[in-house]
């Protein structure tokens, strides 16, 4: 019996079959393993949603309470509801969100290195912590991104 061969066979991945070739070798192109995939995309999924919730905390713990810029506590504490909108959107795998938050977290890697530089004592140590959780935040971002699309082709000039 004759095959089209414009018709992708049960097995191809473009009708959302195994991505081997029948061989157990995985054909040219396709990502690793779904298994590797997957673990990796739930590992930086939370990651992501624990650095965000890390930020959160130490923001809200930095301005009220630990190193607050005056005694009592400081209105700069509003700089964690920013941080507070896109949770949802990462722990439910929302692609967009994790393109906008692997921007929105430069802001918070700015001021950390700020006052990890003027401030001293306290505030310095956390400036520190944020400049950590915010490094982690958008390595796990680009990387849940990058696993869900896989590498890109190249085209051919």
Known sequence: MDHDTNTPEPSS???GGPSTSGSGVEAPGTPASAGTTTAGVDATR???A?????LIVLSVLWELWLAPLR???????IKALPLC??????LRRRMYTYRWVSLLVWFYFI???VRAY???GM???LAGIEIVLCLALFTACVMHVWLRLGPRKKVAA
């Open 123 to 125: 505030s310095a140590a």
């Open 85 to 90: 909108i896109p949770l949802a959107g990462l």
């Open 111 to 113: 001021e950390g290195v």
């Open 46 to 48: 939370w990651l992501a």
């Open 13 to 15: 991945p473009r009708r």
């Open 71 to 77: 005694p009592g506590g400081s209105w700069w504490v």
């Open 118 to 120: 003027s401030d001293r």
């Open 50 to 54: 624990s650095s965000l919730i890390g």
